[in-house]
Nanobody, 122 residues
Framework: QLQLTESGGGLVQVGGSLRLSCVAS????????MGWFRQAPGKEREFVAGISWSGASTYYSDSVKGRFMISRDKAEKSVYLQMNSLNSEDTAVYYC???????????????WGQGTLVTVSS
């Protein structure tokens, strides 16, 4: 079964940048649309960004549009989330997800990563 492992989280100041990575355990990674979700303390998990199987199509939540960018590398079996102009509301655990559907269907996500914590401080 496909497994996903995130990395790249950490502590960053307001206005800073981070790049999250998610590595898949199998080449069947290419059969999935991929996405990033996040869950802030005391809040529901929410969608952040999604990318199609080929990488040709992407979409974002309104809260991160223009600041975050999702990409994927088939050779590296990886998906990335470049996060710029971070603010305190971006503090959350960020999860990588693989789905057979595009756009992603949060209630039917096939595989979740374990999450990586991003803390934005002032």
């Amino acid at each position: 079964q496909l497994q996903l492992t995130e990395s790249g989280g950490g502590l960053v100041q307001v206005g800073g940048s981070l790049r999250l990575s998610c590595v898949a355990s199998r080449r069947t990674f290419t059969n999935y649309a991929m996405g990033w979700f996040r869950q802030a303390p005391g809040k529901e998990r929410e969608f952040v960004a999604g990318i199609s199987w080929s990488g040709a199509s992407t979409y974002y939540s309104d809260s991160v549009k223009g600041r975050f960018m999702i990409s994927r590398d088939k050779a590296e079996k990886s998906v990335y989330l470049q996060m710029n102009s971070l603010n305190s509301e971006d503090t959350a655990v960020y999860y990588c997800a693989a789905d057979n559907n595009y756009p992603l269907e949060p209630d039917y996500i096939e595989v979740w990563g374990q999450g990586t914590l991003v803390t934005v401080s002032s």
